[in-house]
């Protein structure tokens, strides 16, 4: 079945460096989701993208999905210490449920 | 706050036991999902449910199962449980069918011992 693979696992930045995490489907996505979640909560929806080579910026968040729709990043520009938390891809599953990468989780330290 | 409840916020029981976690989506939302996020497999999906019927299953165990209601509340029912069986467990919800699940209520964090 569809699998979605995240790297890296974990990463430990010092505010205001830059951050990415990559996302990478087995197969072809029709789409694929961005949520964060913070310590002790649950998931949030940040992002969906569709489009074969969609970029989508969130504020200080830019979001890829790439060319051949089987891979996506998700970069924050000057993190601060609100970024720290897990951030999860998501790609379609049978039916319309999905399939979540294992997360990076992010540590922000001032 | 998503809109999406879910009770109870914690459970603690034991080995073999039965629980039911029960979870209400945001107002309007007909379709609901149930995920277990553990720390070794993340988040995994278990069952989905739209206007109260069984649309899709995911990693579900024979000993867990889930319903819709009329009212689009749904329950997850587990029964028989192990220590593995420990884990958060998420609700979410979406409007429309073919919409995946977006908002995601505050889990039950369920402890086996």
């Known amino acids: 079945g569809q699998q979605v693979m995240q790297i890296p696992q974990y990463q430990h930045v010092q505010e205001g460096e830059d951050f990415t995490t990559y996302c990478n489907s087995s197969?072809?996505?029709?789409?694929i989701q961005w949520y964060k979640q913070r310590p002790g909560g649950h998931p949030v929806f940040l992002i969906q993208l569709v489009k074969s080579g969609e970029v989508k910026k969130q504020k200080r968040l830019t979001f890829q999905f790439g060319e051949a729709k089987k891979n996506s990043s998700l970069h924050i520009t000057a993190t601060q210490t609100t970024d720290v938390g897990t951030y999860f891809c998501?790609?379609?599953?049978?039916?319309?449920?999905?399939?979540f990468g294992k997360g990076t989780s992010l540590l922000v330290t001032p | 706050d998503s809109g999406v409840t879910q009770t109870p916020k914690h459970l603690i029981t034991a080995t073999g036991q039965r629980v039911t976690l029960r979870c209400s989506p945001r107002s309007g939302d007909l379709s609901v999902y149930w995920y277990q996020q553990s720390l070794d497999q993340g988040l995994q999906f278990l069952i989905q449910y739209y206007n109260g019927e069984e649309r899709a299953k995911g990693n579900i165990l024979e000993r867990f199962s889930a319903q819709q209601f009329p009212d689009l509340h749904s329950e997850l029912n587990l029964s028989s449980l192990e220590l593995g069986d420990s884990a958060l467990y998420f609700c979410a919800s979406s409007v429309v069918l073919g919409d995946s699940p977006k908002y995601f209520g505050p889990g039950t964090r369920l402890t086996v011992l």
């Open positions: 998501a790609g379609p599953n049978s039916g319309y449920a999905l399939n």
């Open positions: 197969t072809t996505l029709s789409n």
